[in-house]
């Protein structure tokens, strides 16, 4: 049987192997590199999981290359963006010797918008950054990409930033008198003319429902959509497919039109309707901050009269503004920008809190039809939703419109062998699925352990029994730990714990940046980082620095969200079981995603400590375990410390 030219140039006497130094053939990536390219050829859909150390970034890579395709792909970070193009794909391309055009393209938010720069010069209120707006101004003449990330640090911490980019809602789009020159305009256009584009997740769900303002969409012209990191794609879709307005939303469009107005000098009534808008929206941030914990139903947090009144405030405010500006949609392109934001948020306002409530629904507290609308207390101000309690009909619609190869990727998509959960989340039922174990000899390399004697997860000092539990396999490890929990009152209480007992230098996230976090840790060697959800995902520390994961138990979603209800009640609906449904199969997902920061390498060697005892104790538990890669097990802390010790004397 003849080897696929995209698996054969994977082998051991390959194309990459012969022009990239230390390249390793590894079986699994050439079989995912031949599922790949069969899938190009056919022009259908792939769910392929690929397990730690596969290499699957280069088993997509060199089919999508070979073929003459023009292929999108998608990334989870802008980060992994960074490190596709700027490394992986130059590597790849270079070696196959494909004169591939490529191009990367990010979202608005990391591009100068050259219109709102002139208008931040202008600003009374922004001469506190007069000096920065100046470095600025000198970069943007010379710069080619217009990405902000060639400034350095400004880019991502500077308060000038926001003033000096556009978003979906501030861009003027082809009415802009800067559009010619456009750095965002440019980037797609560049995009639209490549064989292979590199973008993140958010642009491609954005692509898909951007409107057509001047910039045009990536995915029309495609003939395949390469995901990695594909396991976020239900909740971004989630996000994605419903509708959001927030109350900065409302006061940033009532600021502009205020601008607008005063700078015509002939509309004192638009001036005073943007004035009684912010007016009504900041009394109804009043009621979020005082009356909202994190999310809830809609229908509870107005069940409050005065509540209600506000929000009914804000709506009459809104829709008189809109209408007022209407008008002046002629006058200029400030106006023009104006008039779409007023019409776009005042139908989303009208959609999430006055919908029809079918009796059906108004049961389950939801909203109407097969949405849940609800609310979100932010640290200034909040947001109104209405969100999708099924994203399949959404994603199949996007798959509809742009057909061709689809391929999903990830280390993490199946509970065990099952794909079911998956493929329902987004109506993939005429996908094929590929399974590959990662190539890693972890039964070599790690043990699990799962210390006897721990409460269960719902008792009031847990958190203290676990942080007592890993102390003293910490203390014979010597540091080199991830501590992962599952909810930021348990960090807490850990992270103070460990403190008070460990000579190891204790990094706690929320205490500096993730990146400046994981920099410390790793130049330490012997550090201890308690995280949560940030650390389970997308960290690879290689080597001896980390050696030790620890999960301080099994991350089932936190019960009270009302997206997360919406969808089990809709499932008790039509007959489920929720728990093996939705709560086992994410919940196992989710706890190999922090299982996959241990071994990183063929070289790497640690311990897993897994302290929630309803692995031993539940019928379920079985299930778990089974999905994770086979590694001995240990139950005794003495087994535990002595693994520890022996890693470190290999050392």
């Not at 009914?312 to 400030?334: G, K, M, T, Y």
């Not at 299930?623 to 139950?635: F, K, T």
């Amino acid at each position: 049987m003849s080897v696929r030219p995209d698996a054969e140039a994977l082998g051991a006497d390959g194309t990459l192997a012969h022009a990239i130094d230390g390249f390793a053939p590894r079986v699994a990536q050439q079989a995912m590199a031949a599922a790949v390219g069969e899938t190009l050829e056919r022009g259908d859909t792939l769910i392929v999981e690929a397990g730690t150390g596969t290499g699957k970034t280069y088993a997509y890579l060199v089919p999508a290359l070979l073929s003459g395709l023009r292929i999108v792909i998608s990334t989870g970070t802008r980060t992994l963006q960074d490190q596709l193009f700027h490394r992986d794909l130059p590597r790849v391309r270079d070696a196959l010797g494909v004169p591939a055009r490529v191009a990367l393209l990010k979202g608005r938010a990391n591009y100068l918008c050259l219109y709102r720069m002139k208008r931040a010069g202008q600003h009374p209120g922004l001469r506190w950054a007069a000096a920065t707006l100046r470095q600025v101004e000198n970069w943007a003449r010379g710069t080619e990409s217009g990405e902000l990330s060639e400034l350095g640090e400004f880019a991502s911490g500077d308060a000038l930033t926001r003033q000096i980019t556009s978003t979906a809602d501030n861009c003027l789009g082809v009415r802009c008198s800067d559009f010619d020159r456009c750095f965002v305009a440019a980037a797609r256009r560049r995009a639209q003319a490549a064989d292979l584009v590199v973008i993140n997740h958010h642009l491609l769900f954005a692509d898909f429902l951007l409107k057509d303002n001047g910039f045009g969409q990536i995915l029309a012209g495609s003939d395949a959509v390469v995901i990695d990191e594909a396991h976020q794609l239900p909740n971004l879709a989630s996000q994605f497919f419903g509708r959001r307005v927030s109350t900065g939303q409302l006061h940033e469009l009532a600021r502009d039109i205020q601008l607008e107005a005063r700078n015509c000098g002939d509309l004192p009534a638009l001036v005073e309707g943007a004035q009684q808008l912010s007016a009504d929206v900041s009394r109804l941030e009043l009621h979020l901050q005082a009356g909202a914990r994190g999310r809830q139903l809609l229908d509870q947090f107005r069940a409050h009269a005065e509540v209600h009144n506000a929000l009914d405030d804000v709506a009459q405010s809104l829709h008189a503004l809109d209408q007022a500006v209407r008008p002046l949609e002629e006058r200029n392109a400030e106006f023009a920008g104006c008039v779409e934001r007023s019409a776009a948020l005042n139908d989303g306002w009208r959609h999430i809190v006055d919908p029809p409530l079918p009796a059906a629904d108004a049961a389950d507290g939801g909203g109407a039809g097969d949405e849940v609308r609800w609310v979100e207390a932010l640290q200034r101000g909040g947001s109104f939703n209405a969100t999708p309690i099924e994203v399949a009909p959404g994603f199949q619609r996007m798959r509809s419109l742009y057909p061709g190869a689809w391929i999903m990727t990830s280390a993490t998509l199946a509970a065990g062998d099952d794909f079911g959960h998956y493929v329902r989340e987004l109506g993939l039922d005429d996908a094929r699925t590929e399974r590959l174990d990662s190539p890693f000899d972890f039964a070599r390399q790690a043990r699990l352990y799962l210390p006897r004697g721990l409460p269960a997860p719902n008792a009031p000092a847990y958190a203290e029994a676990v942080a007592a539990a890993a102390i003293p396999v910490i203390e014979a490890s010597g540091g080199g730990a991830f501590v992962l929990c599952t909810s930021h009152r348990a960090l807490r209480i850990i992270a103070e714990v460990l403190r008070r007992s460990l000579s190891q230098q204790v990094l706690v996230q929320g205490e500096d940046g993730r990146s400046a976090l994981l920099d410390r840790f790793t130049e330490d060697g012997n550090a201890v980082l308690v995280g949560t959800s940030s650390f389970w995902e997308g960290v690879d520390v290689r080597g001896q620095a980390l050696r030790l994961v620890i999960i301080d138990r099994l991350p089932f979603a936190a019960p009270g969200d009302p997206v997360y209800e919406a969808k089990l009640a809709a499932i008790r609906r039509r007959g489920g079981t929720p728990f093996t449904e939705l709560q086992l199969p994410e919940a196992i997902v989710t706890l190999r995603q922090g299982v996959g920061r241990l071994i990183r390498d063929p070289a790497d060697q640690g311990l897993l400590m897994l302290c929630d005892p309803r692995l031993t104790t539940m019928s379920y538990g079985r299930r778990v375990l089974q999905s994770l890669p086979a590694m001995p097990r240990l139950r005794e802390l003495d087994e535990a410390c002595d693994w520890m010790q022996t890693i470190g004397a290999r050392a």
